[in-house]
């Protein structure tokens, strides 16, 4: 349940598929690493390619569909300009208040809703941008018809999620790395842990033209620099949220430690920026 009382709106649950259902500890843990996400120079690579593939324009009204703290959608806000404006919708109630405490003045709305059934009009939006919530969700086609559905024709969208299925790590024993990953697979990471390479093939099947697919393999060579990403790293995320078996968490956080002490931590990750025109 949530805090509404309410059945969440997803079955299988990561941290971010219902971010109101947290603990405060967990929930504090999340919305710091979307912030921190945001600051990631491999995530603004992501991001980079997605702005280039969506191509925003001056006047557009565009959906930011499950905007997390905002940021993007002050970003796109930017690019469509005054005479634009830019949609910013995510599920949690503490996540959307958290962007509007961080408003700037610029055109965008604000509002809590679920992706899978937005209440906006078809052909509402000129384009959409959904960055890494599709992993999360319980149907991830019926979000995409979602998406198809508000967007006008010839509008774009464009989706970027991760495939953790590539999530790599070098330093660490590959022993204890595999067995690690086996807990915390569908766990930390998604039940769907290939969202990223499947997207391209769902736009195809939702009928959008023009389908481009671009994985971005981020690379993180120090620990700090994987934790902001890659919670099975990160030694902020509590004891208790790990599931693993006693001594393991722990165990692996040293060899962790280690690798970064001695200069050898290597972690990689790819995710996909896919996007494609309607009608
Ligand atoms: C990993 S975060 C990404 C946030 C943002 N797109 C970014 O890139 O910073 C996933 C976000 O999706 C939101 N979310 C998950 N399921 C959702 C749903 N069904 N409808 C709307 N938002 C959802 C979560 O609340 C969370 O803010």
């Not at 774009?156 to 595999?178: E, H, N, Q, V, Y």
């Amino acid at each position: 349940m949530n805090n509404c009382g309410m059945e969440p709106a997803q079955k299988d649950r990561t941290p971010f598929s219902d971010i109101d259902a947290l603990s405060g500890q967990m929930s504090e843990i999340v919305l710091d690493a979307l912030t921190e996400m945001g600051r990631h120079p491999e995530i603004q690579r992501v991001r980079q390619v997605a702005f280039e593939t969506l191509r925003p324009a001056a006047g557009q009204r565009l959906l930011d569909a499950g905007s997390g703290s905002g940021e993007v959608a002050r970003m796109l806000a930017a690019r469509v300009g005054g005479t634009g404006e830019v949609l910013a919708v995510d599920h949690s109630s503490a996540v959307t208040a958290a962007a509007i405490s961080r408003h700037d003045g610029s055109n965008v709305r604000y509002s809590t809703g679920d992706v899978a059934a937005l209440g906006m009009p078809d052909e509402h939006v000129d384009g959409v941008w959904c960055e890494r919530v599709l992993q999360h969700v319980d149907d991830a086609d019926r979000t995409i018809g979602e998406l198809v559905r508000v967007t006008r024709s010839g509008g774009r969208i464009c989706l970027i999620d991760t495939d953790w299925g590539s999530l790599a790590f070098d330093g660490m024993p590959a022993g204890l790395g595999a067995v690690v990953m086996a807990h915390v697979s569908g766990h930390f990471t998604p039940k769907q842990h290939d969202m990223g390479r499947t997207l391209r093939r769902r736009l195809v099947a939702a009928g959008l033209r023009d389908v481009t697919a671009t994985p971005v393999t981020c690379l993180f060579a120090s620990p700090a620099s994987a934790a902001v990403v890659l919670p099975m790293v990160n030694p902020r995320v509590p004891v208790e949220a790990w599931a693993t078996p006693p001594g393991l968490r722990d165990e692996w956080l040293a060899c962790v430690d280690a690798a970064g002490q001695s200069g050898t931590f290597l972690a990689v990750l790819t995710i996909w920026v896919v996007a494609g025109t309607k009608g």
